[in-house]
């Protein structure tokens, strides 16, 4: 099954573990897709300034009367809490429910474009109207959301909305899955064998609900990297499907577990017996039928294993599945970021220490936003995770944010294993401590920062 995720570095073997290895993330290959915008008409009202589009936020404080917040922070804000909470060092591995926590992400993504929408539509209204109060328009934008109290864990899922349905309704399309297929499992006159209901999950998601793996042309449209997303559209990563059949499969009494290999994630019904999942039946072995063409295209990794080699891969944790999503999202956002800038990595600015550090490359301040969130999502998982903490400075280099990016890229200094990076970022790191000290530094404003 192919993997929309970002390439890490691992050996050659297909036994190669990617627990306990150097990784390297990286988003920066360069891949041109037209982009599809979708224009909306937003009717002329008197001030004050329309609300277009409603938060993704808590019920409970979508009211007429409540304060605009501020900044795209204090809209997020509540969303990260929720998402440390769910994946805190307290919680037991096996607690962790790996769709509700993609679905927490998802939420803070879609109230940060939402934010990014609002301010838009207002900005708009604004112009149209000729609005000449200024002071009445700085005293609205400038309204902050204060003495906010978010619902607690036990009502979190019924009131945070996102898409227009709750995390709990979200959760329900999936128990609605495992319905149709044991529907299934009953319409053949057939038992629960590990085979027959992995058959069975095929024909409820590719045949009665026609749900299709997106082409590599249409990966890197972010719509196919949130579960929710998927759920709705029916078309998705690779990735995504194989937390699909996680998820559905557990709610029908089957374990499924999964292991990088190469840039695929496989997964497979948990067993004593792994050599019966390569016993080809009606023309496919079990695992082929669960991971889909990559398993018999040569030049896959997952075309060596067998029962035996399966033996030796390390399975995947939750927060490691939910970390490989999150990187999954840098990878996408990253390249539509850079987009208008074909070729450029997060650090080419690191071999081109001879060049001034003030020559920023044209990059989509929006894009570039929810990489750096992503980021900073993985870095709750993995703290000590030094290339990923390189890569967030880099990320906050290119939106001009000086302060954060010497921050982060200190860190890293301090955790890197190679001492020749760590000698290129601490000459990097001075560079940008003289450009933030000059008065005519970019970094002065924080032009490419979105509210």
Not at 72 to 81: A, I, L
Not at 348 to 355: A, G, I, K, Y
């Amino acid at each position: 099954m192919e993997l929309a995720a970002a390439t890490m570095t691992m050996a050659s073997s297909p036994l190669s573990r990617f627990a306990g290895h150097p990784i390297t993330l990286r988003y920066d290959h360069d891949q041109r897709r037209p982009c599809s915008w979708i224009q909306k008409k937003i009717a002329r009202k008197p001030s004050p300034p329309i609300r277009t589009s409603a938060y993704p936020l808590f019920v409970n404080q979508l009211k007429i009367d409540s304060p605009r917040p501020n900044t795209y922070k204090e809209v997020t804000k509540p969303f990260r809490q929720i998402f440390a909470r769910e994946i805190s060092a307290q919680s037991k591995d096996s607690d962790i429910s790996i769709a509700k926590v993609l679905l927490y992400i998802a939420a803070e993504d879609e109230a940060f474009l939402a934010f990014n929408r609002e301010m838009d539509a207002m900005s708009f209204v604004r112009e149209k109207e000729n609005v000449n109060d200024q002071s009445d328009s700085e005293e609205e934008l400038g309204e902050t959301v204060q003495d906010q109290s978010y619902p607690s864990k036990t009502d979190t899922d019924e009131l945070l909305q996102l898409g227009g349905k709750s995390i709990s309704e979200w959760l329900s399309e999936l128990d609605a899955i495992s319905k149709e297929v044991e529907a299934e499992l009953v319409s053949r006159d057939i038992g629960c064998h590990s085979v027959q209901l992995l058959e069975a999950v095929n024909t409820v998601l590719f045949d009665t609900r026609g749900f299709e793996r997106t082409s590599k042309r249409l990966t890197l449209d972010p719509k196919y990297s949130y579960l929710h997303s998927v759920l709705n559209c029916r078309c998705g990563t690779a990735f995504l499907f194989s937390v699909i059949y996680i998820e559905v499969c557990q709610r029908l009494g089957l374990p499924i577990v999964g292991a990088r290999v190469g840039e695929e994630f496989l997964i497979w019904p948990k067993t004593e017996n792994p050599e019966e999942l390569f016993k080809v039946t009606s023309g496919q072995s079990l695992f082929a039928i669960i991971n889909g063409r990559c398993v018999d295209d040569p030049g896959s990794m997952a075309s060596d294993l067998t029962g035996k080699s399966l033996l030796d891969l390390d399975v995947a944790t939750n927060r490691d599945i939910i970390g490989i999503a999150l990187a999954n999202l840098i990878r996408v956002h990253w390249r539509r970021a850079s987009k208008p800038s074909p070729g450029l990595m997060l650090t080419s600015p690191l071999s081109q220490l001879n060049n001034s550090v003030s020559n920023f490359p044209l990059l989509r301040p929006q894009d570039l936003r929810l990489a750096i969130a992503a980021a900073e999502r993985l870095l709750i998982l993995e703290p000590l995770n030094w290339r990923l903490r390189r890569d967030l400075g880099m990320m906050h280099y290119y939106v001009r944010q000086s302060r954060e990016a010497i921050q982060e890229l200190s860190i890293c200094i301090a955790f890197a294993f190679d001492e020749e990076e760590a000698k290129v970022l601490t000459l990097f790191v001075e560079k940008l401590h003289l450009l933030s000290s000059l008065k005519s530094s970019p970094f002065g404003s924080d032009r490419l920062a979105v509210r």
